[in-house]
Structure formats: structure tokens, C-alpha cells
T-cell receptor
Framework: GENVEQHPSTLSVQEGDSAVIKCTYS??????FPWYKQELGKGPQLIID?????GEKKDQRIAVTLNKTAKHFSLHITETQPEDSAVYFC???????????FGTGTSLTVIP | GAVVSQHPSRVICKSGTSVKIECRSL??????MFWYRQFPKQSLMLMAT?????????EQGVEKDKFLINHASLTLSTLTVTSAHPEDSSFYIC?????????FGPGTRLTVL
């Protein structure tokens, strides 16, 4: 089955700096890669996703890149703000099934 | 994105009682709903996959007789924790899958005294 690894587990950045979270996957059949943000005491929220037919997707301060050959994808947050502080999860899914495989999460702290 | 609700958001119960948690997809029909359990500062642990009109598929190590799942319609799934014990205290999160995407509910904090 699929195995998703996520690094780092914790990340602290100064407000205004960029944050990068990386994930790798093992199953070449995976073709959908969502990222979720989970604030304390709440459920994860989808913030951005990318499909395997594109290499990069951007939405304001958030971007995701995908390298299919190397089987890794990354979340980039620019101009970080304190409200970006949360736990971020990556996931991988193959459209042949409905199973999502999650990374172990990254706790991001943005220091004002 | 799609909206998924969970009820209740918090529940405190005595040991030995049963607790039912509802998960609803409000604006789309979910062919599949997932139930997760999350301990503090840990990742999501998939408990079971629930397809409308059929029996749920449980992950290894999850007791199907303890965690009863019903998925009677395309917009509602329920998780019942039977004879709850303090070790069942956790954050339970459902998600709904539709059109290739997965959307999470806000979670239910269960505390068993």
C-alpha cells in the first residue's frame, strides 16, 4: 500500500518568513495530493491540492509543488502570519480508490 | 469547499454508557465516509471506512462491536461508541468523500469519566 512521509514534524518561523513542508509517497498510482490545515480543537480543513497532471499550483500565499519522478510534493507558505500557526497534513490518493493516506503532520508555529 | 458537520462537538459521559456521534455532509452526497480518531499531538488514525448501504470496513485493531458504524444515507453516517471506557476518550473526526475529494467534519471531543 501507499506510505506517506512528512517532514519536519515541527517548524518555527518568524512572521514574514517562508515555511516549507515536504512529503514523499511510495505508490506511483497516487495522483491526487491534498494539504490540510488543522487548528487546535478543530477538524482538518482542505487548503490546497494538486493533481498529477500539473507540477505547481498557487493560491495567494500558499503554493504546492509536485515532482512525480521523485515522488515528493511540498507545501510552501510565504509571508507567514501568526494565524498560519497550526498542524498541517499532507495526503495522497489514487483515483482508482477512495482511500487517502496521510502524513504524520507538521506543527507550524509563526513567531510574531 | 464542501461542508461536513458533526454532532455533538463535545460529549462527556460515564464509563459504561454508549455515545452516538453523527456526521452529515450538508451540500453534497458522500459515497463514502471515513471515521478517524486522533490523540493529542498525533496524526489522524483511520478507524473505519463507511459506504452507504453496506457494512463498514474496519482497520486492523479496531473493534467493530465496540465502534458501531451506520451509513444509512448518502448524507449521514453515525459512530456509536458502545460501553465507553476512559481509554476511549479521544477526538473523533469524520470525513466525507465525494467527487474525488475528502472533506472533514469539525470533530467530536469525547471524554469518558
Amino acid at each position: 500500500g501507499e506510505n506517506v512521509e512528512q517532514h519536519p514534524s515541527t517548524l518555527s518561523v518568524q512572521e514574514g518568513d517562508s515555511a516549507v513542508i515536504k512529503c514523499t509517497y511510495s505508490d506511483s498510482a497516487s495522483n491526487y495530493f491534498p494539504w490540510y490545515k488543522q487548528e487546535l480543537g478543530k477538524g482538518p480543513q482542505l487548503i490546497i491540492d494538486i493533481r498529477s497532471n500539473v507540477g505547481e499550483k498557487k493560491d495567494q500565499r500558499i503554493a504546492v509543488t509536485l515532482n512525480k519522478t521523485a515522488k515528493h510534493f511540498s507545501l510552501h507558505i510565504t509571508e507567514t502570519q501568526p494565524e498560519d500557526s497550526a498542524v498541517y497534513f499532507c495526503a495522497a490518493n489514487a483515483n482508482t480508490g477512495n482511500q487517502f493516506y496521510f502524513g504524520t503532520g507538521t506543527s507550524l508555529t509563526v513567531i510574531p | 469547499g464542501a461542508v461536513v458537520s458533526q454532532h455533538p462537538s463535545r460529549v462527556i459521559c460515564k464509563s459504561g454508557t454508549s455515545v452516538k456521534i453523527e456526521c452529515r455532509s450538508l451540500d453534497f452526497q458522500a459515497t463514502t465516509m471515513f471515521w478517524y480518531r486522533q490523540f493529542p499531538k498525533q496524526s489522524l488514525m483511520l478507524m473505519a471506512t463507511s459506504n452507504e448501504g453496506s457494512k463498514a470496513t474496519y482497520e486492523q485493531g479496531v473493534e467493530k462491536d465496540k465502534f458501531l458504524i451506520n451509513h444509512a444515507s448518502l448524507t449521514l453516517s453515525t459512530l456509536t461508541v458502545t460501553s465507553a471506557h476512559p481509554e476511549d476518550s479521544s477526538f473523533y473526526i469524520c470525513s466525507a468523500y465525494g467527487q474525488g475529494e475528502q472533506f472533514f467534519g469539525p470533530g467530536t471531543r469525547l471524554t469518558v469519566l
